[in-house]
């Protein structure tokens, strides 16, 4: 089964408890819902992530941008929705340090997806200098999703070649960190995401597979397979 993936939409703020991105689009029950975050400045950990509706997102990863607390923990989260998430539905962020951190919040959702565990999730890899680069092993069924973040200050994403993007990257500046998500389905075997960074601040990145939805004959099969 192909996958089909729809955009959510990117936020940020440099103020408040929370950052809240309402979607625009609804995201069916039994969608591949992907959540990154990433706060700057003081927290010493990543905070939690909540939804209006669709259940319980799993944070699968979190790492220190340049592996230091003070460049801002990133986190990535999963889940298949359990119920609808309609539009004007809300992803809610609550940063673990002060109300000033810079936070910035990306999420889409992917149809097409088997409906359990991730099925790669590669050691995620940091950086001071140079652009992000994560590699993983995957297989010819699967999406493969790579993710960048970089530490507050003014720099410019481009999109690594045989990537596509579901949102517009968000380009960090001198309030909020940056984010880049990329999705392949087309290539298998030993993939690299390696987005470029227009000049060097601290980073981190990501890179998960999930698989996708199984037919056999004219049945589809699957967690969420009738």
């Known amino acids: 089964m192909s996958f089909a993936i729809t955009g959510l939409g990117t936020n940020s703020?440099?103020?408040?408890?929370?950052?809240?991105?309402t979607t625009g689009v609804d995201c069916p029950p039994g969608s591949l819902l992907v959540i990154v975050t990433c706060e700057g400045g003081t927290a010493a950990a990543a905070g939690t992530i909540a939804l209006s509706a669709g259940g319980s997102p799993t944070q699968q990863d979190t790492k220190a941008n340049?592996?230091?607390g003070a460049s801002g923990w990133s986190s990535v989260w999963t889940i298949y929705t359990t119920a609808d998430l309609p539009s004007g539905g809300t992803i809610t962020y609550t940063k673990n340090g002060l109300t000033t951190d810079g936070t910035s919040i990306s999420a889409f959702f992917v149809q097409g997806g088997d409906g359990f565990a991730?099925?790669?999730?590669?050691?995620?890899?940091?950086g001071t200098t140079g652009s992000p680069s994560i590699s993983a092993t995957v297989a010819a069924n699967q999406i493969d999703i790579g993710i960048a973040t970089n530490a507050i200050g003014v720099d410019t994403w481009t999109q690594a070649g045989g990537w596509t993007s579901p949102n517009t990257p968000l380009n960090s500046s001198a309030t909020v960190p940056g984010i880049i998500v990329g999705y392949n389905t087309v290539q298998s075997g030993s993939l690299t995401y390696s987005p470029t960074l227009n000049t060097s601040l601290n980073w981190a990145a990501f890179e998960l597979a999930f698989n996708a939805q199984p037919y056999i004959g004219d049945n589809v099969l699957g967690k969420f397979s009738a």
């Open 13 to 21: 703020n440099s103020s408040g408890s929370t950052l809240v991105l």
């Open 66 to 68: 340049g592996n230091k």
């Open 118 to 126: 991730v099925a790669v999730n590669a050691t995620p890899t940091t």
